[in-house]
C-alpha cells in the first residue's frame, strides 16, 4: 500500500500562484509514476499532469501547459504541483495519484493509477 497526503491549497486571487505537494508513504518503492488530476463540482475527474518516478518525464493536459509544472523529490518521495497564472477555472479540488504500473494511454486516465490522496481545495476568485 502506498499512502499519498496534499498539501498547499488554498484560496488565491486571479493570475496567482501555488505550489501543491504530495507525500507518498508506504510501499513507495513501487511507484511507476505520479500524476495530479483535479475536479471541479459537477465534472468529471480530469488529468492535469505525470511525472515518471525514475525517468523524470513529464506528460501534461494540452489546456495546462505553460502554466503548471509538475517535479519531484525522489528523496523525499513527494510530488509537486507550481501552478502560475491561475484562473477562476481552475477551482476544482486537485487529487495526487500513484501508479505502479505502466501506462496504456499515458497516465491520462484516473484508472491508470492505483492509489489516490484525499484531495486538497484550491479557489481561484476573480
Known amino acids: 500500500q502506498v499512502q499519498l497526503v496534499e498539501s498547499g491549497g488554498g484560496l488565491v486571487q486571479a493570475g496567482g500562484s501555488l505550489r501543491l505537494s504530495c507525500a507518498a508513504s508506504g510501499r513507495t518503492f513501487s511507484t511507476y509514476a505520479m500524476g495530479w488530476f483535479r475536479q471541479a463540482p459537477g465534472k468529471e475527474r480530469e488529468f492535469v499532469a505525470t511525472?515518471?518516478?525514475?525517468?523524470?518525464?513529464?506528460g501534461y493536459a494540452d489546456s495546462l501547459k505553460g502554466r503548471f509544472t509538475i517535479s519531484k523529490d525522489n528523496a523525499k518521495n513527494t510530488v509537486y504541483l507550481q501552478m502560475n497564472s491561475l484562473k477562476p477555472e481552475d477551482t476544482a479540488v486537485y487529487y495526487c495519484?500513484?501508479?505502479?504500473?505502466?501506462?496504456?494511454?499515458?497516465?491520462?486516465?484516473?484508472?491508470?493509477?492505483?492509489?489516490w490522496g484525499q484531495g486538497t481545495q484550491v479557489t481561484v476568485s476573480s
Open positions: 511525472i515518471i518516478w525514475s525517468g523524470g518525464n513529464t
Open positions: 495519484a500513484s501508479s505502479k504500473r505502466g501506462f496504456r494511454y499515458g497516465g491520462v486516465r484516473p484508472y491508470e493509477y492505483d492509489y
